[in-house]
């Protein structure tokens, strides 16, 4: 074991009677990190940080620090350990752990990928036929034997079946290793490829197109490889020059075209080549024009293409191939202010887009044929859908997979001729659930400027709304990126003890579009916080719960949400849990070698100008800290974590530690994955114990026992 430094911390551990709901063990003394002044002036302004020592990953003090922080996790949560193993065997009750996922047809072969009980990861594998022999192609348990953490990136076979691209992250960092496994002998190609972010197989089923990442982990040049030879010698392509952008390579469904996309958060630009001439040049389908996005797909002769070029919800253009500059797009389907296009994708006679309206999803289905279209039915009024592999060219079978809160993921295959989906598979989820057993419901919060927030609820039905009964509420509302209405059977754990769940689509997130997102990023990204607070306000005015009795969570940029509505309304939670949390914006910001920092300018705001600075300034979580009661708090990190580097959080808890008032009690939980990154563990049963742990937590506050 080694032993901390005293100058850095003092520790006492011990386990004694559980305290009150909240409270600190009165033995259990928390670690108190060294502090080294450090100051930034900027604009006028002076930011005082005494942690930025904590950054330094290779100092033995920063690793003491936070393994004394993980024992003292363990020291107030180890009356818990009982309750954490009964929920952990739960949670495993609601898993088929021997299962398999339904196959799809790819080439020659029919790929899926299978589990089996007490291995962490899945089995990859094919048939030649559904009644066939199994071939496994690639097991993640052999590759993860001797690893404390295993990711897959990519997983690509080549066209013919021969060849396996495949990528693997052992640390969490997310940097893969790109290696090619010959599947007719099982044996791996000797060349490893460092730092990949994606791949493309050529159509001469030999040639391999990459992206690699920068120092900054930004996906910036693409090169051509020939499986087999030395990568030292792969020809450099394309290097993207501009920070703000990062590219990707893929191929078009037709298997016509390469695609390398290169693109910012408000701006894109795309290249193609011939996939079946593995040296030709990639041109330029329309340049970049600042603030307009646009995705390529093709039917072999044209290019359909997702644009926001006229509006901001996109919309669906074509252009001849080889002549596809932007005087040349015909509109297919105008922007519409209410609907956006999220996704498209193209078949042989098939145009099928991905659309959001009103907060829900759709299916649109064109026939392209007699330019007819319909949105495929959904049979609940709260749901998630989304496509499945879809690797059949000219077909008239859609896969798409479906759930909601209460209906396990499914899989169907949809007929677009006949308007008919067959069922190919639900989720069994064992232990004896019951959907009927369970409400959802959809509700608007108002904010003062008269905007309504979507609140999906869902409960255990026989829940009175008394305003009596604990509520877990969870958010995002960054990104665009938008909460998805999926099904989890951990949640069944805590609904299942009377626990009403709430996911808050706040402006930020993209739930009602591209101006949602708008609304809540850069200078209106306080509207995020504030749609936060209202709804836990609307939620206790309908009397789904009370004020104090609320549980919040989010994570990464959520995190950042957790940390500026827990500054500005400290009062309505009962208990925050805040993982991977994006807390220390101005110093993140103001660090252009960092992963992220320079791309999300346009997110967050760039504060070298001082306006952006100004507004930011306004809601860093770590920036902002008072001495004043908080609530308990639970903040979660990984030591390899790439996203937000696990020093943001180890400071904000750092500094929090000094502001708590005396009389302040609430426990605050520090607990860092030594071994793994922005996600978490990466094995299901490590991942299970995670989540165990933290509804230990949520239950000890709410005064659980069991």
């Known amino acids: 074991m080694r032993l901390l430094p005293a100058l850095l911390l003092t520790m006492t551990i011990s386990t004694t009677i559980p305290p009150a709901a909240g409270e600190t063990p009165a033995a259990a003394t928390p670690p108190v990190a060294k502090k080294v002044p450090k100051e930034t002036r900027i604009h006028g302004d002076v930011l005082k940080d005494d942690y930025f020592w904590l950054r330094d990953k290779k100092n033995p003090e920063v690793a003491a620090y936070l393994e004394a922080e993980n024992a003292y996790v363990e020291a107030v949560m180890a009356p818990t350990k009982p309750l954490q193993e009964a929920l952990y065997k739960e949670l495993l009750s609601h898993i088929k752990q021997t299962d398999v996922n339904v196959p799809y047809p790819d080439g020659k072969w029919f790929y899926y990928s299978r589990t089996e009980q007490g291995k962490q990861y899945p089995i990859f594998c094919r048939k030649a036929a559904l009644d066939g022999a199994e071939q496994v192609y690639l097991d993640q348990n052999e590759l993860a034997k001797g690893e404390k953490f295993m990711s897959l990136g990519a997983l690509q076979p080549s066209d013919d ?32 490829i460092e730092k990949v972010t994606s791949v493309a197989w050529a159509n001469d089923n030999k040639t391999v197109f990459y992206a690699v990442e920068d120092h900054a982990k930004r996906s910036y040049r693409l090169y051509r490889h020939v499986v087999g030879t030395d990568p030292a010698k792969d020809p450099l392509l ?13 191929k078009g469904r037709s298997g016509k075209f390469l695609y390398l996309e290169s693109g910012s958060h408000t701006t894109s630009e795309v290249r193609y080549a011939p996939a079946d001439q593995p040296t030709a040049e990639f041109k330029i389908v329309a340049p970049r024009v600042a603030g307009e996005e646009y995705d390529v797909s093709d039917r072999g002769h044209l290019f359909y293409i997702r644009t926001n070029q006229g509006g901001r919800n996109f919309g669906i253009v074509t252009a001849p191939i080889g002549n596809s500059e932007r005087r040349e797009w015909k509109s297919l389907i105008p922007h519409r202010a209410d609907v956006m296009v999220e996704g498209l994708s193209l078949f042989a006679n098939f145009m099928v887009l991905r659309e959001r309206e009103g907060g829900l999803q759709y299916l649109r289905v064109t026939d392209l044929r007699n330019n007819q279209y319909h949105r495929v039915k959904m049979p609940e009024a709260v749901y ?18 479906y759930q909601s809160p209460v209906t396990p993921n499914s899989v169907f295959d949809y007929d677009m001729e006949k308007k008919t989906a067959r069922l190919l598979k639900e989720t069994e989820v064992p232990g004896g659930f019951d959907r009927n057993n369970y409400a959802v419901e959809r509700i608007f919060a108002t904010a003062p400027d008269g905007v309504k927030v979507p609140i999906s609820v869902f409960y255990r039905k026989g829940v009175e709304r008394d305003g009596k009964a604990p509520l877990y509420l969870y958010s995002y509302g960054s990104y665009g990126s938008s909460i998805p209405l999926t099904f989890s059977s951990n949640r069944l754990v805590l609904l299942d003890r009377g626990i009403v769940i709430a996911l808050a689509h706040i402006r930020g997130g993209g739930d009602l579009g591209k101006p949602w997102h708008d609304a809540g990023r850069m200078l209106k990204k306080m509207n995020t916080f504030t749609d936060f607070i209202d709804c836990a306000e609307k939620l206790i005015a309908d009397k789904y719960s009370a004020k104090g009795n609320i549980i919040i969570e989010g994570g990464s940029a959520g995190g950042l949400l957790m940390g500026a509505v827990t500054n500005m309304r400290p009062d309505l939670w009962k208990a925050v849990i805040s993982k991977v949390p994006f807390v220390d914006v101005m110093n993140t910001m103001l660090d252009a070698t960092l992963p992220l920092t320079v791309p999300e300018y346009e997110e967050w705001g760039n504060p070298n100008k001082p306006e952006e600075y100004a507004y930011m300034r306004k809601y860093s979580p770590y920036d902002n800290l008072e001495s004043k009661p908080y609530p308990p708090m639970l903040v979660k990190t990984s030591f390899n974590d790439s996203q937000v580097m696990y020093w943001e959080p180890a400071k904000y808890v750092a500094k929090l530690r000094t ?28 991942f299970l114990k995670e989540v165990a742990f933290d509804y230990a937590f949520i239950l000890q506050q709410f005064g659980m026992s069991k």
């Open 161 to 192: 079946g021969n060849w396996l691209a495949y990528s693997t992250d052992n640390t969490g960092f997310r940097q893969y290793k790109l290696r090619f496994k010959d599947l007719r002998t099982g044996k791996d190609s000797p060349e490893v």
């Open 238 to 250: 394309y290097e993207e020059t501009d920070e703000k952008f990062n590219i990707g390579i893929y």
């Open 384 to 401: 998630f859908v989304g496509l499945g592999p879809n690797r059949v060219w000219d077909t008239a079978t859609l896969r798409y997979v």
């Open 659 to 686: 502001l708590k008032p005396a009389d302040d009690k609430n426990v605050l939980l520090f607990k860092t994955n030594m071994a793994a990154g922005h996600g978490g563990a990466s094995g299901r049963y490590d």
